[in-house]
Nanobody, 117 residues
Framework: QVQLVESGGGLVQPGGSLRLSCAAS????????MGWFRQAPGKERELVAS????????SYADPVKGRFTISTDNAKNTLYLQMNNLKPEDTAVYYC??????????WGKGTLVTVSS
């Protein structure tokens, strides 16, 4: 059974840090795209950061550049998002996403990040 499980969300003060994790299981086929999306209340889901399996290139949305870092641990089948200098506008549910060469797309159930003093 294919599964993506996020963890690491929580309440943090402005300027603080969190590291999100996304554990993948059940994938017997190659994935070419892994990313983090977020959805704030009343807003559309948006891509925050992504990485490609070929070449390991990364991409970030402008609002998080210089503050967030996406990384992978292939031995653990885990995707990470290190978030530093968090701002109230980073408050959202964060979702892990992956896409395969077979044209399939999978989502985790999300983890809530709240940035507030």
């Amino acid at each position: 059974q294919v599964q993506l499980v996020e963890s690491g969300g929580g309440l943090v003060q402005p300027g603080g840090s969190l590291r999100l994790s996304c554990a993948a299981s059940g994938f017997g086929f190659s994935r070419y795209f892994m990313g983090w999306f977020r959805q704030a209340p009343g807003k559309e889901r948006e891509l925050v950061a992504s990485t490609r399996s070929v070449g390991g290139s990364t991409s970030y949305a402008d609002p998080v550049k210089g503050r967030f870092t996406i990384s992978t641990d292939n031995a653990k089948n885990t995707l990470y998002l290190q978030m530093n200098n968090l701002k109230p506008e980073d408050t959202a549910v964060y979702y892990c996403n992956t896409r395969t060469y077979a044209g399939l797309e999978y989502w985790g159930k999300g983890t809530l990040v709240t940035v507030s003093s």
